[in-house]
């Protein structure tokens, strides 16, 4: 017992050594230390393992990290003093996670109001996609990704994509397409059963539909007159062209190419049963079927002329056109709205034919 009771003193008298290089404050440190550790051992009495909760942790990291590497290297704790530093880098770890943490992760969300404009537009227009959709709100000025119109197009349970199964055409001749022209008929059947025909022809570039005219019967010297008619239209728009496409079809005369040579268009013909080679036009036709001619019931050759009157004046003013960013032929695309003009949407409809064609305009 003497023995042991000289060991305990002489450990203590070497203590009491080591703490008088310490100041007061790293002394105060350490007893607080001690002191929790204490209540962290009574608290788990009985255990075989001494277990920190992260509240102990962050308080053992605060009070000891301040402390240098020597001092803290002396003091006697329950765990080593990298544990202790490792501890204090996890919660200013965490600290600074929550400092520089944005309010509202992710993109802001879109406005009320172009979420509402964007279901009418589907609702008033069904066969509509959400490309189609997101052009017409360029043309609006409403400056939103077209993915976004999808996500919102999906919350709500819509088809985002209507028409995804319709065919597909080729690349364009991008090389070309600044001097190409493409013509092609289009046929459509009144109440009546009298078969109409249509002669368009439509510019690569640009998109621009000229519709030279309809007829019920379409002899070589009304399409010769067509011919006739498209030469002073790019004369006088001051068009260069050097080309037009057109397929195999009887109905066009040798004068037709006769009349195009002599300005210096060269006619181009496509392949048999290739219409991938006028494929611009070919889309327009569909355009022009899918739009107009399956929507409306053409009772005579002059209501179908006044139709296409009315629907070459849209497709060239106001309808949208993925291939020109949105633009139209004979419009370009507006600027985008303010904040402001945003968030207080007043938009208009504009009918044509009574409502089988809708045009949006921004109220100003």
Known sequence: MLLRLA???ATNIFAALRLLPMSDGAKDVEILALRHEITVLERQLGSDRVKFTPQDRAFLAALLAPL????????????QPDTVLRWHRDLMKRRHARTCRPKR???????RSIRALILRLVRENPSWGYRRVHGELTTLGIK???STVWEILTAEGIDPAPDRAATTWADFLHSQAEALLACDFIETITPTGERQYILAVIDHITRRVRILGTTA????????QAARNLVIDLADAEATVGYLIRDRDAKYPTLFDEILSATGIQVVLTGVRIPRMNAITERW?????HELLDRTLIWNEDHLR???RQFELHYNTHRPHQAMDQAAPLRTVPEPLTTDQVSRLKVRRKD???GVIHEYQYAA
């Open 7 to 9: 060991y305990l003193t």
């Open 68 to 79: 240098p590497r020597q001092v803290l290297h002396r003091l006697r704790l329950l765990v």
């Open 105 to 111: 992760p992710g993109r802001p969300p879109t406005v």
């Open 144 to 146: 939103i990704a077209a």
């Open 217 to 224: 019967h379409p002899t070589a010297a009304w399409v010769t």
């Open 285 to 289: 036709v569909q355009t022009c079927r």
């Open 306 to 308: 006044r139709a296409l």
């Open 352 to 354: 044509r034919l009574g």
